[in-house]
């Protein structure tokens, strides 16, 4: 399988909103409502910011929301802060308990 | 709150059996809703799934890497293993363990802090 294709790089201004994509095919995203994402700071572990699509775990600002059509996800946040820079990966199921990663988007913060 | 952390050889010859271990605290292992996985970051790039067992000892894996992978259950330790064999230098990738709840795909949930294993002779 290959990877779920993400922007390598996206940027918003403090308080702007910013959209990230992941796109995939009808054998991962379009096929299961089941796309996470997570958050990675420099030198960190991923950290769960959605999974299910839409759901957020506890702790989770609802600044980061998720949604889904056709065979990409996007990850919005809005209200942006510094402390929003970082990487951002998605992930879907594939069927057969198998997972796929996108590649990566770097957010910035200006 | 469940805390993991991987431990093994931080380095590795090519054409042996990379292997490295995740202990489990704060929770038991044998959780009925968890599954156990190991996920790697090459350097400067993405993530890819590696695999990931149930307690019970059924493991599923990555079609990429499933002839080279196995991953094992300690239930008395609160354990879960990685072995990956004939390792070359793109094996060279930071190794986390993380727990998946299980009916929720890809929900991992915790992490551990990652360990940087290199493929070199």
């Known amino acids: 399988q290959s990877a779920l294709t993400q922007p390598p790089s996206a940027s918003g201004s403090p308080g702007q909103s910013v959209t990230i994509s992941c796109t995939g095919t009808s054998s991962d995203i379009s096929g299961y409502n089941f796309v996470s994402w997570f958050q990675q700071h420099p030198g960190k572990a991923p950290k769960l910011i959605i999974y299910?699509?839409?759901q957020r775990p506890s702790g989770v600002p609802d600044r980061f929301s998720g949604s889904k059509s056709g065979n990409t996800a996007s990850l919005t946040v809005s209200g942006l802060q510094a402390e929003d820079e970082a990487d951002y990966y998605c992930s879907s199921y594939a069927g057969s308990n198998n997972f796929i990663f996108g590649g990566g988007t770097k957010l910035t913060v200006l | 709150q469940l805390q993991l952390q991987e431990s093994g050889p931080g380095l590795v010859k090519p054409s042996e059996t990379l292997s490295l271990t995740c202990t489990v605290s704060g929770g038991s292992i044998s959780s009925t809703t968890h599954y156990w996985g190991w996920i790697r970051q090459t350097p400067g790039k993405g993530l890819e799934y590696i695999g990931n067992i149930y307690y019970s000892g059924s493991a599923y894996y990555s079609s990429s890497l499933k002839s080279r992978v196995t991953i094992s259950v300690d239930t008395s330790k609160n354990q879960f293993s990685l072995n990956l064999n004939s390792v070359t230098a793109a094996d060279t990738a930071v190794y986390y363990c993380?727990?998946?709840?299980?009916?929720?795909?890809?929900?991992?949930?915790?992490w551990g802090q990652g360990t940087l294993v290199t493929v070199s002779s």
């Open positions: 299910e699509v839409t």
């Open positions: 993380a727990s998946r709840h299980g009916g929720h795909g890809p929900k991992f949930d915790s």
